[in-house]
């Protein structure tokens, strides 16, 4: 086998586990839980066994259901764990393919590769807890807009000290603002009806990861994305359709999420493709 495709393996599985941690991070954050006790079902309070605990494998086995009390276990662990482990594997294909195969024996590598993966999984954490809570809180993001830059300052596309700190300032001064600036504006306007201020901080960060050109596409991508849905969401509705039911054209969706696939879209798709997608 080759390397490529046993890193890629152990990047999934990673993410996996990783992805399960996250779930735990989403589900006690601001609770006042610590993140270390042993997870409980939701509904009996029974402690999981160590059998119970394997991301995603668990949750198939078990059918989604609770051993104890048979009662049903979200949807969300499953989904935030594959998405994790997609996401991480994707993000060493992209990562690996940019340079000579031989750079995995170096430091800098990884170090791209982990500083993109922190970068991802504070953004799945925001993702689901502004779907669940509709707010995003000022610590997440603010932890964002670091792991954005460390990201940026360790990516591969920029090599020396002077490349990487015009980068950063690039960010900082103006790949953020110019993101931030016109959610910043709806929100001002509609007095914070149409998003929350969270999702301006939130749009900074990712322009500080991406940069302006890349920034601007994931801002395009998400408009899209959030229509898509939006629309799809509302046509299922219509029909009544099992718990579509609950969306309608008021409900209001969460905007993080769609901000987050566009730029984790934007981010992944090679920069040839991007240009098809603007276009139409
Ligand atoms: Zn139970």
Not at 77 to 87: D, R, S, W
Not at 97 to 122: C, E, H, K, N
Not at 123 to 144: E, G, S, T, W
Not at 227 to 248: D, E, P
């Amino acid at each position: 086998m080759s390397l490529v495709v046993v890193l890629t393996g152990f990047s999934f599985l990673l993410g996996l586990v990783i992805g399960s941690f996250l779930n735990v991070v989403i589900c006690r954050y601001n609770t006042g839980e610590t993140l270390w006790g042993r997870s409980r079902c939701f509904t009996c309070g029974r402690e999981l066994s160590f059998k119970e605990l394997f991301p995603l494998l668990s949750f198939l086995i078990q059918k989604g259901k609770c051993r104890n009390c048979l009662s049903k276990i979200s949807w969300q662990y499953p989904i935030v764990e594959f998405l994790t482990a997609l996401l991480f594997a994707l993000s060493f294909l992209k990562i690996s393919s940019g340079v000579d195969i031989s750079m995995v024996t170096r430091p800098s590598f990884w170090a791209a590769l982990f500083s993109a993966w922190a970068f991802i999984a504070i953004l799945i954490v925001i993702a689901v807890y502004d779907y669940r809570h509709k707010i995003i809180p000022d610590f997440l993001v603010v932890l964002a807009i670091f792991l954005g830059l460390l990201g940026a300052w360790l990516s591969l596309e920029r090599s020396g000290f002077a490349n990487q700190m015009i980068f950063a300032l690039h960010g900082l001064l103006l790949a953020g603002p110019t993101l931030a600036l016109p959610l910043a504006g709806l929100w001002f306007i509609s007095y914070g009806r149409w998003l929350g201020l969270g999702d301006a901080k939130l749009a900074y960060a990712l322009g500080v990861f991406l940069g302006l050109s890349r920034g601007i596409v994931a801002f395009l991508l998400s408009f899209w994305i959030g229509a898509i849905i939006g629309l799809i969401l509302i046509i299922l509705g219509r029909f009544q359709y099992l718990w579509f039911r609950k969306f309608s054209l008021k409900s209001e969706l969460p905007f993080a999420p769609f901000l987050i696939a566009g730029a984790l879209l934007s981010w992944l798709l090679p920069a040839n493709w991007l240009s098809w997608l603007i276009f139409f």
